[in-house]
């Protein structure tokens, strides 16, 4: 199996579930992002069972993916949403999630922003600086509301991960300083708009390692227990995203073992347990679908040239990302080495480097684990419509996002000369 729920038949072709590849393609087209049902399902339920000792509030992020099938998905598990915009409050309410299980991330929520979640009365707000924390006390006084918030500490670890999706260091925007958070709670507590709840942090993405969750949970205990020494008595305990997926034989840290090592940390205290993963619930269980369109052979490197581009999958070219690609039907004969890149006017456009394959025109490649961070980042430069999705349950393919077409590209768009 290549990634969960996606294998070969035995004559060679790519099943997604139970579903061909070859079929999805001539039914919708290409590119396309595909991703599986019960993988998703599956990756969530993981969790569920892991942490089934302290049974924490599992707030998907909602950046990761946020088509609203997905969404509908999860919350039909049970999810609650970590969100970071109005826009992805709007989506997780319009695929029926409940509000009552959102928080709300980032570092510049607007007063819009904060009036929507308070009318909807979310969860809580992760608050990341002082000015944010006066904001939101007054957005909330003027609608005659309390909004529960965390602070999120930057604990000042190392998540050993790439520095774009990097957050717990002193050098980065995210949070507030350890240092500065007894007074931030304290001035919190004195707030007739703010009703202090629990304590976040969240220290990067794709980390493979058990030692920074650890170190940053146990930094955050320590505040917990120095605000409670001042009468500040926190009831919930976030320790974010960021378990990493495998794109490339990493090597991961077992979902229980994770569980058991935070689990530990928090053993014997009153604490609700939330987390925020995203990547590790939707990554392997999505792929894009692409078409070679052409050939190239060039003086030092042969091109396979395909109809996804980087406005479809930015991973590789802004992280250097890898991504498996699988061919979906095997072919045989001398495997070449190709880069896979799309038609997009730039050297950057690139979805992989020099892998070893088998290629004609016309052959349909899977471009794995680009289910998190795909369709989501995904752009419309050179006027290029974003890809269908389309989702497998089994034996049948639904679409569940068409193709744009040109006139929903140009849809706000004036005339003024
Ligand atoms: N919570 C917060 C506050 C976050 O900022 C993020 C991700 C998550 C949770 C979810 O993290 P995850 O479980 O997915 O690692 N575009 C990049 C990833 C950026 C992650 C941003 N924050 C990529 O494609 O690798």
């Known amino acids: 199996m290549l990634t969960p729920h996606l294998q070969r038949s035995p004559d060679g072709e790519l099943l ?14 290409t590119p396309a992002y595909v991703y599986s049902r019960a993988t998703i399902v599956d990756n969530f339920r993981a969790y569920q069972r892991a942490f089934a000792a302290s049974k924490p509030l599992i707030c998907y992020a909602v950046k990761a993916n946020s088509t609203l099938s997905v969404l509908a998905l999860l919350a039909a598990e049970g ?111 004195s707030m007739p708009g703010i009703e202090v709840h ?36 926190l009831q919930h305990l ?53 078409r070679v369109e052409f050939l190239k052979p060039g003086e030092t490197k042969n091109f396979a040239l395909v109809d996804a581009a980087m406005n479809d999958l930015i991973r590789p070219t802004l992280y250097d990302a890898f991504h498996p690609v699988a061919p979906v039907l095997e072919r045989t004969g001398e495997a070449v080495l190709y880069d896979i890149v799309g038609p997009v006017c730039e050297s950057g456009d690139w979805l992989a480097k020099a892998r070893q394959l088998v290629l004609s025109q016309g052959d349909l490649l899977a471009v794995l684990c680009a289910g998190a961070y795909g369709m989501t980042m995904a752009s419309n430069y050179n006027t290029r419509s ?26 706000h768009e004036r005339i003024v000369i």
């Open 16 to 29: 997604c579930e139970n579903v061909r590849l070859t079929d999805v393609a001539r039914q919708f087209g």
């Open 79 to 189: 999810a609650g949403f970590d969100i970071v915009s109005a826009g992805e409050l709007q989506r997780v309410i319009a695929a029926g999630g409940e509000a009552g299980k959102v928080i709300f991330s980032g570092v510049a929520k607007r007063h819009d922003e904060i009036a929507l979640a308070l009318a909807h009365n979310i969860f809580c707000f992760n608050i990341e600086s002082e000015a944010e924390l006066h904001r939101v006390n007054e957005v909330a006084q003027a609608h005659g509301k309390r909004a529960r918030i965390t602070f999120r500490i930057n604990p000042d670890v190392d998540a050993k991960t790439h520095p774009y999706i990097s957050t717990g260091l002193k050098s980065n925007k995210f949070g507030v300083a350890h240092a500065d958070a007894v007074r931030l709670y304290t001035l919190a507590a």
């Open 198 to 233: 629990g304590i976040e942090c969240h220290i990067g993405s794709q980390i493979t390692e058990l030692s920074p969750y650890v170190d940053a949970l146990r930094r955050l205990l320590s505040l917990v227990d120095d605000l409670s020494a001042r009468g500040i008595h």
């Open 238 to 290: 976030d320790i974010g995203g960021g378990r990493a997926i495998n794109y490339q034989g990493e090597s991961l840290v077992p979902m229980d073992e994770f569980a058991h090592a935070v689990e530990r940390e928090i053993a014997g205290r009153h604490l609700d347990l939330l987390i925020e993963p995203g990547r590790s619930i939707v990554g392997d269980a999505g792929l894009l679908l692409t």
């Open 386 to 411: 974003r890809p269908c999705e389309v989702l497998i349950d089994r034996d049948e393919a639904h679409l569940i996002r068409e193709r744009e077409r040109f006139e929903d590209l140009i849809a």
